[in-house]
């Protein structure tokens, strides 16, 4: 089944999700991703990305150079906006991260929240139980309570995850039907 992946333009075999952390790790062998490619991979307007460290949301990039740290909170923050009103999203991250703006006093890396996420969400696309604890199972809490905070947040994001996978499905139903021949009859 292909899909593009959450929060990202990029269309790829449900499966292969499990391999995004490969695929990112080469974007970014160069350096860093200029406003241009990180608004083209998430399907976002640059001006959204720029409003977004603007607000605090995402920190500056550096010379002009986005993280592939930055490029995931971009992603998670694009995933959760058509279920989750934005101040909701970075009350979540925050919840877990502090100051969004500072990036030393996370307890979990967007990098790796991200691929957490693309994993949970592809065992949600295939129909797989969804194992929370066991994705989490390489986590190593910086701090007592930071897993317990971690999980909770996770759970809200596949759950706004589902919610929106189910309103496109919706979506898509309506599409299907054949509106002329309803009205004929």
Known sequence: ????MPGTTIEMDVEEWKNADDMFEHMFLSGGLVLSQVARLA???PYDVQNWVRRGFVSPPHHKRYTRRQLSRILIINMLRGT??????CSLLSYINGSLADESDDSIDDTRLYI?????????ELGNSIDIPGTLSDY???FPGAL???????????TAYQS??????????????????????
Request: aromatic letters at 4%.
């Open 1 to 4: 089944m292909i899909k593009a």
């Open 43 to 45: 399907g976002l307007a």
């Open 84 to 89: 989750l009103q934005i101040d909701r999203i």
């Open 116 to 124: 957490y996420l693309v994993h949970l969400c592809a065992d949600v």
């Open 140 to 142: 190593t809490e910086p």
């Open 148 to 158: 317990s905070r971690v999980t909770r947040v996770i759970e809200i994001m596949v």
């Open 164 to 185: 929106a996978s189910l309103k496109q499905k919706a979506e898509d139903m309506i599409l299907d039907l054949d509106f002329n021949e309803e009205a004929e009859k």
